[in-house]
């Protein structure tokens, strides 16, 4: 139902923009759409979300005006741009859907690998 995609080896400084494909059905039953990351031996940690409208985007304060969230609701796909890549955003990284008004996200992505190399 998700499928991300995107991820790769990239040098710091670089750029990767991630791509989350979500099933028409999942993608209108449950529109808010967050991008997660999980680094070796680490807790998986919220990166940002975007709603419906694309109007609501929060970021974690890591990523705040290095990446960007947005969608496209015709293609059923979420993007997440990076830039200006750090070491530190190494991860495997996860989208994942939830309903309006869910306090949790209910279906999830097999995961994208991102490494960035100083």
């Known amino acids: 139902q998700l499928q991300a995609s995107g991820g790769g080896l990239v040098q710091a400084g670089g750029s990767l923009r991630l791509s989350c494909a979500v099933s028409?059905?999942?993608?209108?039953?449950?529109?808010?759409v967050g991008w997660f990351r999980q680094a070796p031996g680490k807790e998986r940690d919220f990166v940002a979300a975007?709603?419906?409208?694309?109007?609501?985007?929060p970021y974690a304060n890591s990523v705040k005006g290095r990446f960007t969230i947005s969608r496209d609701n015709a293609k059923n796909t979420v993007y997440l741009q990076m830039n200006s890549l750090k070491p530190e955003d190494t991860a495997v990284y996860y989208c994942?859907?939830?309903?309006?008004?869910?306090?949790?996200?209910?279906?999830w992505g097999q995961g994208t690998q991102v490494t960035v190399s100083s």
């Open positions: 994942a859907t939830k309903g309006v008004g869910s306090s949790r996200y209910d279906y």
């Open positions: 028409g059905r999942t993608f209108s039953t449950y529109p808010i």
């Open positions: 975007i709603s419906r409208s694309g109007g609501i985007t």
